[in-house]
């Protein structure tokens, strides 16, 4: 990647142009127009919601990494699939709503199949029960993936194989962030799954708005998909 010739205030006012109340084409629109610049500005946002659910996975993923079948859901670019690359991980599959995204991932070379897909307006595009691991990072949040998607990542994984999750837990996520908690909880008590490790973090990344000086914490999570009973 090119050296960054932007600064955090250019960042911050890309990031802010993007309304949490726009709508899903609005959204695609806006990711559609961040895609070039996406990489080196997460860059500078010291964005590292990647790098955590790659460690997460890799530090519980007892099976065949090569061999494993990943879907990167809302997989942007392809950050997710550059981490977990270097984790032995080598088989991917990735689905966003945004073309112009897509179109960096494709560029990446990494993913087997690519294709596009608004959640939340349309179900995720593949077999149920296929994947060992599904990972969506950086895309639970208001006004982006709604919390009722997880369900779909938990049937499109096989038994038996791994869910991570990323979300911030940021004020203006807040609310969206209990009601993923309680969804998550609820399919557990469903039998639908079982929690493997929840790890809060810190410095998750630098917060863009007046009300976020400094860094915003955030949140990682892994589930285990379990048998149908
Ligand atoms: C912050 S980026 C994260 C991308 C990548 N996972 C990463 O960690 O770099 C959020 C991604 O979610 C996608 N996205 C947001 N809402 C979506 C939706 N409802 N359906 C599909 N993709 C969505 C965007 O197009 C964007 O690529």
């Known amino acids: 990647m090119a050296a960054s010739t932007r600064t955090f205030e250019d960042v911050k006012k890309s990031v802010l142009s993007c309304h949490s109340d726009s709508s899903a ?3 695609a629109t806006f990711y559609n127009s961040w895609a070039r610049n996406y990489e080196q500005d997460v860059a500078v946002l010291e964005f590292r919601a990647p790098s955590q659910a790659g460690d997460m996975v ?3 993923f007892p099976g065949d990494r090569e061999a494993a079948v990943v879907l990167d859901v809302a997989c942007g670019t392809g950050l997710v699939a550059k981490q977990m690359k270097k984790h032995g991980f080598a088989r991917f599959f990735g689905t966003d709503g945004s073309t112009g995204m897509l179109e960096l991932a494709k560029e990446t070379g990494l993913y087997q199949d690519l294709s596009q897909c608004m959640l939340g307006k349309e179900s995720l595009p593949v077999k149920w029960g296929q994947f060992d691991v599904v990972v969506i990072c950086g895309a639970l949040s208001v006004g982006q993936v709604p919390v009722r998607v997880v369900r779909e ?3 499109a994984t096989k038994p038996g194989g791994y869910i991570c999750m990323t979300v911030r837990s940021n004020q203006s996520n807040l609310e969206y962030k209990a009601a993923l908690d309680s969804e ?3 399919m557990e008590e469903e039998g639908l799954w079982e929690r493997v490790k929840v790890t809060e973090v ?8 007046a009300q976020e000086e400094g860094y915003i914490s955030g949140c990682v999570y892994l589930y285990r998909s379990l048998p149908p009973v």
């Open 184 to 186: 998550l909880r609820q």
């Open 202 to 209: 810190e410095n998750w990344e630098r917060g863009v708005s």
């Open 58 to 60: 890799s530090s519980h």
């Open 153 to 155: 990542l938990c049937r």
């Open 25 to 27: 084409e609005e959204k």
